[in-house]
Every structure is written in structure tokens, then in C-alpha cells.
């Protein structure tokens, strides 16, 4: 089973709004970006705004007979800056789309003397020039010709002889003229891919039917996926549309979905939003996980140094102790993996994953030594990472089962970007569950803030969970398993919430539920194993790291499915076709990162008619409305509206006259202005002293030097809820103390600071350097959408031989 199709599989029991099972309908027209699609088809636009080529890789599941989709009039070659339309059937059910990168088909398709070019073909007829001018025999497999061995009687050609023998080529591709057979382009080629990531077996065209064959690849991993399902009955414009950008096979290029219709007012559409990635994961992937290759010696995007480029990916540093993989002190990161991907994994060369080793794949998880304190269960690191019982470490019988997930309930979360949009996390005991670890919150609905005292949030809605008089019930997608129980949840307005069991916390796999045929562990951040084998994943292969990968994952793209986190933010919706008959049009641009543009300052204008009694004066605090309706470069425009309040908020004096008086200021004319909330704007408003890098110098081995970051909240009004965290490999760095650490919340031009260390480590000698990512969240309803700012500072150092003291 391919990776795709296995981890499809593995996370069947993960409920995610937009993956389904998936059916290849007839009828997908790939058309020129000026097209045009009919009234009842969705239409998906795919931009490629890398400076480098890509090939469009496509996959859905066999439901129906398959039929090749139409070929784009570029083939599945996208030159930077321009796209391809896709017209999706009214009634489409996840449908994949992927960029493949680093892809060489001219070279590898070409005749055996290698001067004949690649040739597209859609029969086994469109390849008869290329057999006469050869003398070759040649199949359409995959949407191109390529060389039938089966019909070479001495195999002596290099796209043959590979296939019996040492080769003479090593990149062959071709055909083993097995009629009839998916397998049919199965010949050796020991690089195993003609593209460096989302390579789909070679193919030119990844799924598609030929002359009677069919021919399906899942991408080789890693690969940034976008996924889309519509819903209509037949002939009628489509209701609803699910999407989601997914790391489910990994990262390999950003990608950024606008919406460009408005969506149905009658219908709630709160995710109904543009999803991107905020910055490139490939710059931040954790060491362990990363996908390398040495720079290239062609001019490209990203210069690596002297004459030394990186095409497709993120130019970084090497590690402090070198590597055959580094080139001038530079590699080319040019995919993120989650770690079960990478366990076991031979990545060809000039593509390797030197972490694969260090991720201890096949070794039991040692006992913790500092708390939280568990028991290990003998779990693998690999059943951690796949969240399945791989390693057999159970019962044999039982291989390949999975373990429960942790939002088959109310979701668990460890940010406000774990949940979706109109939702916040509830941390630190606000959700008022008991034996909740104060680092794990519950997601839950923000509501408007139209009442005083302030509402309580809504808990995500549970069938089996809607009042305290249902606490422990067993609830959520397994409601008989015991798993999940009804519990009391004195943050949220219902009082429940439906979470897996607390008490004790389930470690590891668990034990096998015959009824629901998984194992009891939990594939959350309530699984401390779990967590303790993301946290390995995220270190450097001696020490775990301070921040689980998944959260890397989901700091660089908020709202992505991160697998194997079963987080609830990853799949969006747009409920109701567009308003007027519009078009369901999406957007989806590979190679962009996701820069909303700031909002104005929202004004108010408040009635221009007082009354003889002050009841008409605008509250202190108007109301940022976003619209409904996403423009079509997918940025909400949100709209100030001044609530007038029914009860004034401002002090009358003591005998009202025909003009009323508010507090002790002038008389209000008829066009005043109310005092501003928040400026809902992401990420402008949060600074930091020094900023971009600071700067350690140089640190003997054994000793440690600290330094403060100073932080400041620049926003007019409004209050910012600080948390930190080093990301991916801390290099020895930590925060150790400072004002944001005792207090951190962070006034409206306020300042504190944050006290960070450098531990100097014998094992790492020389350059050191990562990531602090300092957020920071509004007050509570004081955004709509729970917005924070975000600010990333470099750490970075020099650790030098230990000084001998006498």
C-alpha cells in the first residue's frame, strides 16, 4: 500500500471535514486559465508562484470506472507565474492536487541514444513517430511514451538492460508490456522517482487510463497537499464545499487557498476562509525530519553562497559538525516529514533524510526522568509516530491496528491556531476540567460579546454531551468504548464536554477495544508517550526537543491538517452555494505564503440625533464585524459597526437637559467619535529588542550566557496574552525567566522583557542557532476571530572548547 493510501487508511478513524472517501468522477476538464467553467462545476484555479517550475501531481480514489482527465493545454508542467483552471463536477469527492518538484522527465523519457525528446502522449498511437525514428517499441502509460521492454529481444538498450542486469543507465523508465496491468511502468530505475519530491512512480501524469490500463500512484512523500469535495445533486449549482491544505504525506512547497466567491448568507460560514502557510516549514523543519540534497551549481532563487543555489526548498545551514550532504557549508531543505514517514525510509540520492536514524524508529520508549512521570508500555517511537501498533509490540495479530483519536469529542488543543476559526483554545484551567493538563485546553465556540457579565464560550457541540446532567456518559465518535466520557467543564457555557479519560491518563497504546478494534491510547496531546515521541521527533538525536514537531508543523501553517495531530482546524467549509448564483471558485497557490493585509482602523459614527436622555451614546468599544463574504484575493475586510448601548456606559449628569452630557467632557456634537478597540490585524503590532537576531557571541563548552529580549505590544488599546517557545532543535537555548515569564500580559504599549540562555555543550561545538516565536493573543472577544500577533526572533551563537580554570 502506498504511503498516501496507508496513511489514508490509518487515519480513517480521524474525522476531518473535508476527507472522504474518494471517487474519481468523469468528466474533470482542464482548461487555460482564461476558461471558463459551466454554472454547476466548481472551478479551481492552480497558480504556481515559485521562481521554479513544477508538475501538477492528481489523485483521487477509484469509485467509479476512471477516465483520464482532459490534459491541460501546458501538460502537467507549470511555468513560474503562470496557472491552469480546473472545471470539478458538481458532485466531486476529494479530489488531491500536489506540486512535484526538482522533476527531469525530458532526460529520463527520452529514446535510448538520449537525443529524442520527451514525448505526451493520450494513446499508444501518439508514440508511433517516436518507434520509427528509434526502431523502438514504446507504450502510453502515465501520459507519456515510454520504451516497451518486453518487445527488446536482446534488451541490449539502456532502458532495458536495466531491468535484467547491471545497467548502463540508471535512470531508466519504461514499460514492462504487461497489458492489462496498474503496474505496467513497473522497470528499474534505482533512483526511484523522476521527481525529487511528490514523484507519483515515476509517471508523467499520476492517475489516468490508456488504452485499457489504468494507472493510479499515490505521491511519494513528502508532498503539501490541497484536497477539495463538492456537494450537488446532479445538474444543480454545488451547495456546499469542503478543502483543506494537508501534511498528511508531508511539506514540500506552501500553499495558499483563497476563496474567490461569496458563499450563501444563510448558511454560517465562519470557516468558510482563506488557508496558507505563514512562513516556509521547509526554513524551520525540525533536523530530524528534514529532506535534503546538496545546493546546485545553476543560478536559482535562493543562493546558498558562492555560486552555490537552492531550487526547490529552503537554503540552511549545516550542522556545527558538517556532512557529506553539505555543500559550502549549506544544504537544501527541500521537504518536511512527519516522522513515521521517515522511519524506514531509503530516500534516493542526491535526496536523503540524515535524521532517519537518530529518530530511533524501532526502539522502546524509555521511562521519563523528569516529570510528567508515566509508565512506558513498550511501545515503539514508531507506533508513537504512526499512532498505530506497528512494531507488533502488542499481539502480532494486531498489527496495523490504530489508536483512538483525540477529537472523536470535543477537540483537545495546545493553541488558539489548533482551532478553527470563531474558536479559541481554553488553557491553563480555564476550561474548568478537572485533571486537564494545564498545556492541553479544549477548543470552544467565542461567543458575541452582546450581554453583560461576558458569555462563556460554547463548547464544540457533542451529541452525547449537552447539559451537566449527561457527565459520564460515554460520548464522542465511539460513544461505548470508554474512551471518552461526559465530564464536567465549568469554562464553557453547556458545562460538559466530552474528553478522553482523565483519570489515568492512558499511556501509549493501551489496551485492544474489541468492539471499536483500536487500541485505547490516544493520538492527542493526553497521550504523554505520544507526546514524548513528538517531542524525540523535534530534538537534534541526543536530546528530545522543547516543542513537538506537530506544533512546528501548524506555527508555520495554521489551519493545515498536521498529521499524525489529529487537529481539529483542518478542514474548512464553504456551506451554500455563492449569493447570487455565483460561481464556487477557489484559488489554490503553490509556492505562496499566506500575508494577509492589515486592516484600517475602524471608525465609528455614532446616531446624529441625541436624545434628551444619554441612552444613544456608542459604547467604549465598537464591534469588528468581518464579512461574510472573503474578497477575491481571499482578505476579509472587516467592518466597524458602533453598538449603541441600551443602558449608557458614560455618567449623565446629574439633571439631564435637551443636550446630554457625557462624564464630564463637552457637549457631543453630532459626529463623534467613540474610543477604538483592538485593531484586529494580524501580526504588526508585536516587536522585540534587539530584533531579527540575538546575538550570544561566543560561549565556552560548559558555561552558559544570558541575555534579555525585550518585548513590546505597539497596539493603541489593546492587551496581548504572551506565550513562547523555541522551535524545532533548541541548540541549547532556553528562556529562563524575564517580566513576560512571571506576568504575561502585555498592556497596550507596555513593555517586558524575556531572560534567554545559551548553554554551551561540549557536543556542540561551534555555530548554534533557532527560533523563538513569541505570540501573543487578545483579550478574550476582543477579536471575532481570536487574532494574535506573532513576532520570530533568531537566537544564535558560537560555542567555543571549554576553558580550563585552575
Not at 568 to 582: D, S, V, Y
Amino acid at each position: 500500500m502506498s504511503d498516501l493510501n496507508r496513511k489514508d487508511w490509518s487515519r480513517g478513524w480521524m474525522v476531518v471535514a473535508a476527507v472522504a472517501t474518494f471517487v474519481f468522477c468523469s468528466g474533470i476538464n482542464m482548461q487555460s486559465d482564461a476558461a471558463t467553467c459551466s454554472s454547476n462545476q466548481t472551478q479551481v484555479t492552480l497558480v504556481n508562484d515559485n521562481s521554479f517550475s513544477i508538475y501538477l501531481g492528481e489523485q483521487v480514489k477509484q469509485g467509479f470506472p476512471i477516465l483520464r482527465p482532459s490534459l491541460p493545454p501546458n501538460d502537467w508542467k507549470i511555468a513560474p507565474s503562470d496557472s491552469i483552471t480546473m472545471c470539478v463536477p458538481p458532485a466531486w469527492t476529494s479530489g488531491v492536487f500536489w506540486a512535484r518538484t526538482g522533476c527531469n522527465f525530458t532526460d529520463l523519457y527520452q529514446s535510448d541514444d538520449q537525443t529524442e525528446p520527451f514525448t505526451a502522449c493520450s494513446i499508444d498511437a501518439d508514440c508511433s513517430s517516436l518507434a520509427t525514428s528509434t526502431g523502438l517499441s514504446y507504450d502510453c502509460i502515465g501520459g507519456a511514451c515510454m520504451v516497451d521492454c518486453s518487445s527488446q529481444s536482446d534488451r541490449t538498450n539502456d532502458y532495458c538492460n536495466g531491468e535484467i542486469g547491471p545497467s548502463d543507465n540508471t535512470q531508466a523508465i519504461c514499460s514492462n508490456g504487461n497489458t492489462g496491468s496498474a503496474a505496467k511502468y513497473v522497470c528499474t530505475y534505482p533512483t526511484g522517482v523522476v521527481c525529487k519530491t511528490g514523484d507519483c512512480a515515476g509517471l508523467y501524469q499520476c492517475q489516468g487510463k490508456w488504452d485499457g490500463n489504468e494507472v493510479k500512484s499515490s505521491p511519494n512523500t513528502p508532498a503539501s497537499l490541497f484536497e477539495i469535495t463538492t456537494t450537488a445533486k446532479n445538474g444543480e449549482t454545488p451547495r456546499a464545499a469542503n478543502y483543506d491544505v494537508s501534511n498528511v504525506s508531508g511539506y514540500n512547497d506552501p500553499i495558499y487557498v483563497s476563496v474567490d466567491f461569496t458563499p450563501s448568507s444563510k448558511y454560517n460560514n465562519s470557516t468558510c476562509t482563506p488557508v496558507g502557510c505563514e512562513s516556509d516549514l521547509n526554513a524551520t523543519c525540525p533536523t530530524l525530519l528534514q529532506i535534503i540534497e546538496p545546493p546546485t551549481s545553476t543560478t536559482s532563487s535562493i543562493p546558498c553562497g558562492a555560486g552555490e543555489y537552492c531550487e526547490a526548498g529552503a537554503c540552511i545551514a549545516c550542522p556545527a559538525d558538517g556532512g557529506s550532504s553539505c555543500v559550502g557549508g549549506f544544504t537544501c531543505d527541500i521537504g518536511c516529514e512527519g516522522p513515521g514517514s521517515v522511519c524506514g525510509n531509503s530516500y534516493p540520492s542526491p535526496v536523503a533524510a540524515p535524521g532517519a536514524n537518530d529518530l530511533d524508529c524501532a526502539d522502546t520508549i524509555p521511562a521519563p526522568t523528569a516529570s510528567p512521570i508515566w509508565t512506558p508500555d513498550n511501545s515503539e517511537y514508531i507506533d508513537m509516530y504512526l499512532s498505530e501498533n506497528h512494531s507488533g509490540s502488542e499481539t502480532a495479530s494486531d498489527v496495523g491496528i490504530a489508536m483512538f483519536s483525540g477529537n472523536q469529542g470535543t477537540p483537545t488543543c495546545w493553541g488558539d491556531i489548533d482551532c478553527a476559526p470563531g474558536e479559541e483554545c481554553l488553557l491553563n484551567g480555564t476550561s474548568g476540567i478537572d485533571g486537564l493538563p494545564n498545556n492541553v485546553g479544549i477548543c470552544a465556540i467565542i461567543p458575541s460579546p452582546t450581554s453583560s457579565p461576558t458569555p462563556l464560550p460554547i463548547s464544540i457541540q457533542v451529541a452525547d454531551c449537552s447539559s451537566a446532567s449527561d457527565e459520564t456518559k460515554g460520548c464522542g465518535g465511539y460513544p461505548n468504548s470508554g474512551v471518552y466520557t461526559c465530564v464536567a467543564a465549568a469554562g464553557v457555557s453547556s458545562k460538559v464536554a466530552c474528553v478522553p479519560d482523565l483519570d489515568p491518563i492512558t499511556v501509549g497504546l493501551g489496551t485492544f477495544n474489541a468492539s471499536s478494534t483500536l487500541f485505547t491510547g490516544i493520538a492527542a496531546p493526553l497521550n504523554p508517550e505520544w507526546n514524548a515521541a513528538a517531542l524525540w521527533a523535534a530534538g537534534d538525536g541526543t536530546n528530545a526537543g522543547t516543542t513537538p514537531y506537530y506544533e512546528t508543523f501548524s506555527n508555520a501553517c495554521p489551519h493545515q491538517y498536521a498529521w499524525t495531530y489529529d487537529d481539529h482546524t483542518g478542514g474548512l467549509a464553504c456551506n451554500g452555494a455563492g449569493q447570487n448564483h455565483q460561481q464556487v471558485a477557489f484559488t489554490v497557490a503553490f509556492g505562496a505564503l499566506y500575508t494577509p493585509t492589515p486592516s484600517a482602523t475602524p471608525t465609528v459614527t455614532p446616531s446624529t440625533t441625541p436624545s434628551s436622555t444619554p441612552t444613544a451614546s456608542p459604547s467604549a468599544s465598537p464591534t469588528a464585524t468581518p464579512t461574510a463574504s472573503p474578497t477575491a484575493s481571499s482578505t476579509p475586510t472587516p467592518t466597524a459597526t458602533a453598538t449603541p448601548s441600551t443602558t449608557p456606559t458614560a455618567t449623565p449628569s446629574a439633571t439631564p437637559t435637551s443636550t446630554p452630557t457625557a462624564t464630564s467632557s463637552a457637549t457631543p456634537t453630532s459626529t463623534a467619535t467613540a474610543t477604538p478597540g483592538p485593531i484586529c490585524s494580524p501580526s504588526i503590532y508585536l516587536s522585540t529588542d534587539p530584533s531579527g537576531t540575538l546575538a550570544f557571541g561566543d560561549v565556552a563548552a560548559g558555561d552558559s550566557v544570558e541575555k534579555v529580549l525585550t518585548v513590546t505590544n505597539n497596539e493603541p488599546s489593546g492587551v496581548l496574552q504572551l506565550t513562547k517557545g523555541i522551535q524545532g532543535n533548541a541548540q541549547g537555548f532556553s528562556v529562563t525567566g524575564g517580566s513576560c515569564v512571571s506576568d504575561p500580559s502585555l498592556g497596550a504599549g507596555d513593555t517586558c522583557n524575556y531572560n534567554v540562555t545559551l548553554h554551551g555543550r561540549h557536543r556542540r561545538e561551534g555555530a548554534v542557532s533557532t527560533q523563538l516565536l513569541i505570540v501573543g493573543r487578545f483579550e478574550h472577544h476582543a477579536c471575532p476571530a481570536g487574532d494574535t500577533q506573532r513576532v520570530s526572533v533568531t537566537l544564535a551563537g558560537e560555542v567555543t572548547q571549554a576553558i580550563n580554570h585552575f
